[in-house]
């Protein structure tokens, strides 16, 4: 982003890949790895596929429960774990206050 993105706060938006469910991405993400708990609200991301690349709310992801990936939520497409990567991680922080 360059510095008229910054002066006038315009930051990327990301969308859920199903509903499209739409998050803007604060202009300052954290680069470093979070612990993050909290209460699921299908209105905030669940991840982002590793394979696919595609990012989708709590809401239409589906959470298999079974182990080894017990609680975790996957890729409707790929059914690959979704990971937390610091762009959702800062989205997550921003509407968890």
């Known amino acids: 982003m360059g510095i008229f993105g910054r002066l006038f706060k315009r930051g ?6 199903k ?4 998050w803007k991405v604060p202009t300052k993400v954290d680069k470093g790895p979070r612990v993050f708990v909290s ?9 982002e596929c590793p394979r696919c690349g595609s ?6 992801a589906p959470s298999k429960p079974p182990p080894p990936s ?9 059914g690959v774990r979704l990971d937390v990567t610091p762009k959702v991680s800062s989205i997550l ?5």
Request: glycine share 10%; aromatic share 8%.
């Open 12 to 17: 990327e938006q990301v969308c859920c890949a």
């Open 19 to 22: 509903c499209g469910r739409v």
């Open 39 to 47: 209460v699921p609200r299908p209105d905030l991301p669940a991840g």
């Open 55 to 60: 990012i989708y709310c709590q809401g239409c």
């Open 70 to 78: 017990a609680g975790f939520y996957h890729c409707p497409k790929c």
């Open 93 to 97: 922080v921003t509407h968890s206050k």
